[in-house]
């Protein structure tokens, strides 16, 4: 017979990181939401203006932010396991991911810029902007809060780090198909 599962007597990580994580997914949920109420009454205007995104950089970004959060994943087993060094490198890890994300980003913004794409340059742009530089803002954070979890690598500061960074991890997951790829 299968014994059926049974809840964890606590809630996974740090309640005041759940408050954050929900109250975060709720700016973006919201921002999303009007983003695609504004894309209905201008799709084409929003196909347009969708043309001049990376898509291959975003795609490849993905990539990136969703294998730190496997690496954030690791560093809380190992932290769990007592493992502090095989903690850290699985931190730093996924920190330099991070980076790599953030210049990707970068480089993404430096041609946005070139070509004048700018706020007001059409309202799809304005809510790229502000998604992306918003979530961009979250990557900042969470590497820095990586960063601090790893100085001494114990689980508790550690799973609540990878639950910040696995929130930023999942926002993007939402973003990338809504901006880059929606038709």
């Known amino acids: ?11 996974p990580g740090e309640l005041i990181m759940w408050v954050l994580i929900i109250s975060e997914m709720a ?11 504004l894309r209905l009454r201008d799709p084409e205007g929003f196909a347009a203006a969708q043309d001049h995104l990376h ?6 970004n993905t990539v990136v932010l969703v294998t730190s959060g496997f690496g954030a994943a690791c560093a809380v087993r190992a932290a769990r396991a007592g493992q502090a060094a095989a903690t850290r490198r699985w931190l730093w890890g996924a920190m330099i991911l991070g980076a790599v994300f953030l210049l990707l980003k970068g480089v993404e913004y430096a041609d ?7 706020l007001e340059t059409h309202v799809f742009y304005t809510f790229y902007w502000l998604l992306t530089l918003f979530h961009a803002a979250h990557v900042v954070a969470g590497v820095i809060i990586l960063g601090l979890v790893s100085i001494r690598a114990g689980a508790d500061g550690v799973e609540a780090g990878a639950q910040f960074w696995h929130m930023v991890d999942l926002v993007w997951v939402l973003l990338f198909p809504v901006i880059y790829l929606l038709r």
């Open 27 to 37: 700016v973006f949920g919201a921002a999303l939401l009007i983003f695609l109420t």
């Open 112 to 118: 946005a810029a070139r070509q004048g794409i700018g």
């Open 55 to 60: 898509r291959l950089s975003a795609g490849l």
């Open 1 to 11: 017979m299968i014994e059926a599962a049974h809840p964890p007597d606590r809630l």
